[in-house]
């Protein structure tokens, strides 16, 4: 589909959104901080961690951004030549951004991980995962202490 | 280009009403069950962006093992939270004040998909090219071990800059008759996986991928110290 | 060139790694041996403090002042790339020491804090997070930054939380971490995402050389925004004054040997990679010159003297008051890298090794009193002097070394910091950091008093001094940091050279 | 789960194709998408799904919590012993081209091959320890 086939009106539009040039980046920083949000504001512990999954997704989204080349493909070379030799063909996004972010994801889960076993020991151990009641039961039992 | 576009802008804008739902709703199953909707989400976004071995990772890891350990931690937790206030405000000024600043760094980066970025015209191109040789044990970097195919072959003489390259390399490795013709003792391989991300990963920055390993290991350990019941036996 | 010398830039971080995990899958095959892992776990650190050793002397030896490893044989800018100069080498030497003595001493507070079943895997994580920490130090890429500063960082909450068998706040201190953490180095990965993006490269040298190179690059609004995530991403990490309050609560629930191994080591590094990022990276005259980063973090160094000092004053808990005023004691570390003149980057690097050594000391002086007694409160110190007297001479000096009393080792540092404040024309600071030893003298004497000065109580008749491997590593520590603090040529040539190598090299 | 018959056949019938295409995925990462790391998870799925449906004691008789100890960690080794060999043949760390095979070119294949199965032991393992852990009842 190109732009021809679209509606005028919706054409214009997308044609000023992509003279905003950085646009996606922009993009990018409204997920980020929705989750950013979520680690701040919210009490529960499991919301808290969900809002860190949401926060690194948006840098993810941003390294991938960085990576898009117009009228790019996808990085897997399969095109061959006469003598059936594989050869690269046209633009390609970039690789290099796509496997840092193969490990940050990675890295992630891992945290998501060790996240979800602390929070099992808390709720074991305190009988609650909601931040403010854990507040309440350890300044009970050591006044002026203040651990969270 | 713009089909691309409006794909990206509606799913951007369905994954930004996802991740408020995440972080608003009360139940925590189905904040979990966004979560994972969220991570589909940003997989076809990056499937959009052509990012593909991305998209399915994160469809694998976001959708899949996430799930399986938020609700495997929901089966010990109560389900829903506590009732918070509406918006809390200091949250909410810190997170403009942090995402203005961040959109503020944006406005001097090169346009979205701009060809000529210089992550784009930069060191992993020279990679792919194959201008870059490996390194000989006394320190000395062999650039351009394909030289002597340059020489031989007219469509390798191109700009320094220019990505991808047009080039051609065996689909077998083994065999090759070339192979032999420029063996440098620490010479670059005949020619990438065609799946690129796969050679950059295990291949230039195959240390990183070590320690990816390693911090999924890590994990894995972290898991047992802190959850594996004590062994009855003594 | 022999097969070690050779790869030494990457035994040294291999050799935990590998042993960390054979660790496992031993302990997995035979079933768990306490002293087996233990055992396997010591052997690893001294063969990593060896190799690091020796390290430092080719580096010492290197004539361009710097050694280069390319991972893969892929030449610099475009793999990974080590780089291991004067303070690398240095901060290597601090880490793999304090490694190297806490695993000696891990042996019976480990025994008493953990579960039998699962010392194979604390022991493995106990070495993945020296690995981790070694590998921050030793290279030259952003992202393999990033990458290992994820190590060191899930190994230092999963060790966190074991402290959770004697008291479930562990659990809580390690959760903050790991939220705090995480954002931390989410600001990081951003940080390097910037850079990557205006530079096309991940290499720390070649991303510094294109930084320079760009025609606006005072003014770019994308350099400034990626320097500030990475400096705030690093405070974190550092535990820089306003955002330390995951470290007190992450000190002092922590088993004994966790305190003392992350109190000496993780924190350093951050302030090694601080250091790294803005005068390799970024180079001398943006971080200190074109932006007022350099004031912020100046006031934020002066306040980290200050405040957290005082906080310690009030502490009722004995661990938590080394953790307080390790927050302070990084104020005057970063004080230092933030004068950017050479006396008081000397004074800086100086400071992170003594302190190291010092609080490590303490920190596992304070774990041998927690393994006699089972807590650390101050009044538990009631003429303990009586009761164990190496240990808490041992703490005495450590205490000694924090206040900067001369012949020891924090006398050094807080020379040269003071010589760097002066020569800077910041007069107020070195108020600040005279009113900062004050501050350490109020809590140490509080202590000294009440362990030397006071009569035991009847209750501990029957405490006995703590066991010889313990006491061996927290002496061996403590006598470092005197010998160092008379004899502070080796230390304080080091520092001058990374201090003058990190000035000159970069612009 | 475990009187559910369609669900106990449909587990039977799935498994196989599961763990098949995970090896698919894993040996097949230089041709198209996917790799080690995505390959090891939908390995995984399929024990986490057998674990799921036939209970965790049936888990633990197919896939015994020592074995996964030890692979998890043999992953890692795999990967570093790789790196470890050709520092040993004379190269410098992950210098693939130093391995023996006919050609450079199949040096470096040989490499990656390698060094994707150690990422796919270790990651399929240690999901499989994750909801094995995170499923645990009884206090730690």
């Keep these: 589909m190109n732009l021809a086939l679209l509606e005028p009106s919706t054409a214009s539009f997308l044609k000023v959104a992509s003279l905003a040039g950085t646009y996606n980046y922009a993009l990018y920083v409204v997920l980020m901080m929705i ?26 989204l941003f390294y991938i951004s960085m990576g898009v080349v117009e009228g790019g493909t996808a990085p897997v070379w399969w095109t061959t030549d006469e003598a059936h030799l594989l050869k690269a063909a046209g633009p ?30 808390i709720q074991r151990a305190y009988g609650t995962i909601e931040e403010d009641e854990i507040r309440a039961i350890e300044d009970a039992e050591h006044p002026g202490e203040g651990v969270i | 280009m713009s089909s691309f576009l409006l794909i990206d802008m509606i799913l951007l804008g369905l994954a930004a009403v996802v991740a408020i739902g995440v972080i608003s709703v009360r139940s925590l199953l189905s904040a979990t069950m966004l979560g994972g909707i969220y991570s589909l989400l940003m997989a076809l976004i990056w499937q959009n962006m052509n990012a593909v071995d991305v998209a399915f990772t994160e469809a694998a890891v976001g959708a899949g093992i996430s799930t399986v350990l938020l609700v495997g931690t929901l089966l010990h937790t109560r389900r829903e939270t506590n009732q918070s206030p509406a918006i809390h405000w200091p949250a909410l000024l810190t997170v403009v004040l942090t995402g203005s600043f961040l959109i503020y760094g944006t406005v001097d980066m090169p346009d979205y998909g701009d060809a000529s970025a210089p992550i784009h015209t930069g060191r992993v191109q020279q990679l792919l090219g194959q201008r870059v040789g490996k390194v000989d044990n006394e320190g000395v970097h062999h650039a351009w071990t394909y030289s002597t195919m340059a020489e031989q072959s007219v469509e390798r003489d191109e700009p320094e800059r220019s990505f991808p390259p047009e080039r051609s390399h065996g689909e077998d490795h083994g065999g090759d008759a070339e192979a032999g013709a420029h063996g440098h003792p620490n010479d670059d391989f005949k020619g990438h996986s065609p799946n690129t991300v796969t050679s950059l990963l295990a291949a230039y920055r195959g240390y990183d991928t070590m320690y990816e390993t390693a911090v999924i290991f890590t994990a894995g350990m972290a898991m047992v110290l802190l959850l594996r019941r004590r062994e009855e036996r003594a | 060139m022999s097969f070690i010398d050779f790869n030494l830039p990457v035994l040294l ?30 052997a690893v650190s001294w063969v990593t403090l060896a190799l690091v050793i020796r390290m430092l002397l080719a580096v010492v030896a290197a ?20 780089r291991v100069d004067h303070l690398n080498a240095f901060v290597l030497l601090v880490v793999a020491g304090i490694g190297a003595a806490t695993t000696l001493y891990a042996r019976h507070s480990v025994a008493d804090e953990i579960p039998d079943d699962r010392h194979h ?3 493995c994580v106990w070495l993945l997070a020296i690995a981790g920490l070694l590998g921050i130090t030793v290279t030259g890429d952003t992202f393999n930054v990033y990458v290992l500063l994820e190590i060191s960082s899930l190994t230092s909450y999963a060790l966190i939380a074991m402290g959770k068998g004697r008291d479930r706040r562990a659990l809580l201190a390690s959760l903050r971490y790991l939220i705090l953490g995480t954002i931390g180095a989410s600001f990081i990965l951003v940080g390097i995402g910037y850079l990557l993006m205006l530079t096309g490269t991940l290499n720390m040298a070649d991303m510094h050389e294109r930084l320079i190179a760009l025609p606006d690059f005072a003014e770019n609004r994308t350099v400034l925004v990626a320097f500030a995530f990475l400096l705030v991403g690093l405070s974190v990490k550092m535990a820089l004054f306003p955002l330390h309050m995951w470290l007190p609560g992450a000190y002092t629930h922590a088993p004994s040997a966790v305190s003392a191994l992350l109190a000496s080591t993780a924190t350093k590094v951050g302030v090694y990679m601080a250091f790294r990022f803005m005068y390799t990276i970024f180079g001398r005259h943006y971080s200190i010159d074109v932006l007022p980063g350099h004031s912020v973090l100046l006031l934020c160094a002066a306040l980290a003297v200050l405040v957290p000092n005082l906080t310690a004053i009030r502490q009722t808990n004995v661990k938590r008051l080394l953790a307080y005023s390790s927050v302070g004691q990084i104020g005057y570390m970063v004080m230092g890298f933030a004068l950017a003149n050479e006396a008081g980057m000397t004074g800086s690097i100086v400071h992170l090794f003594n302190h190291a050594a010092m609080k490590g000391g303490m920190f596992l002086a304070v774990g041998a009193v927690v393994y006699r ?6 009044n538990d110190f009631t003429g303990l002097g009586k009761r164990m007297p190496w240990t808490m001479g041992a703490f005495s000096i450590g205490g000694l070394g924090l206040v900067g009393f001369p012949l020891t080792a924090g006398f050094v540092s807080k020379w040269f910091l003071v010589k760097g404040c002066i020569e800077a024309g910041l007069w107020p600071l070195v108020v600040v950091v005279l009113i900062g030893s004050l501050l350490a003298v109020i ?23 703590a066991p010889p491997t313990m006491l061996i590593s927290t002496w061996a520590l403590i006598l470092t940091s005197v010998y160092f603090g008379v004899h502070a040529s080796f230390t304080v040539g080091m520092a001058q050279k990374a201090a003058a190598f990190l000035l000159e090299t970069t612009q | 789960m475990k009187d559910q018959v369609v669900l106990r056949v449909m587990t039977k019938l799935l498994v196989p194709y599961m763990l098949v295409f995970g090896f698919y995925v894993i040996a097949h990462g230089e041709l198209g998408p996917g790799g080690g790391f995505q390959g090891g998870v939908i390995l995984a799925a399929g024990f986490i799904l057998y674990g799921i449906v036939y209970g965790k004691s049936e888990l633990h008789r197919v896939a015994p919590r020592r074995v996964i100890d030890a692979l998890a960690g043999i992953g890692v080794l795999l990967y570093a012993g790789v790196g470890v060999w050709t520092m040993l043949l004379g190269g410098r760390f992950l210098d693939y081209s130093v391995l023996p095979a006919a050609d450079y070119g199949a040096a470096e294949a040989l490499g990656m091959v390698l060094v994707e199965y150690g990422v796919g032991i270790t990651v399929c393992t240690v999901m499989i320890t994750v909801y094995d852990m995170i499923s645990e009842e009884g206090r730690p």
Aim: glycine share 10%; with cysteine.
């Design chain 3, 63 to 82: 004539p361009e002042g710097f050694v280069v490893y390319n991972l893969g044989s892929w030449p610099g800018p475009w793999g990974i790339e080590y």
């Design chain 1, 92 to 121: 390609y996004d970039n690789p290099l951004t796509h496997v840092l972010i193969l490990t940050a994801i990675v890295v992630s889960v891992s945290t998501l991980a060790v996240a979800m076993a602390l929070i099992v020991n």
């Design chain 1, 35 to 60: 989750g950013f949000y979520g680690v701040i504001a919210k009490k529960n512990l499991i919301k808290q961690a969900l809002g860190l999954g949401l926060f690194s997704t948006g840098i993810f």
């Design chain 3, 121 to 123: 895997a604390f022991y």
């Design chain 3, 443 to 465: 809590y140490t004497w509080k202590l000294l008093e009440r362990i030397w000065f006071t009569e035991p109580p009847e209750s501990t008749a029957d405490l006995r001094e």
């Design chain 3, 13 to 42: 971080v291999i050799v935990p790694l590998l042993g960390g995990v054979l660790s496992v899958v031993v302990g997995s095959i035979v079933g768990s041996r306490k002293d087996l892992a233990w055992g396997w776990a010591l």
């Design chain 3, 373 to 378: 007694l089972g807590r650390c409160h101050v």
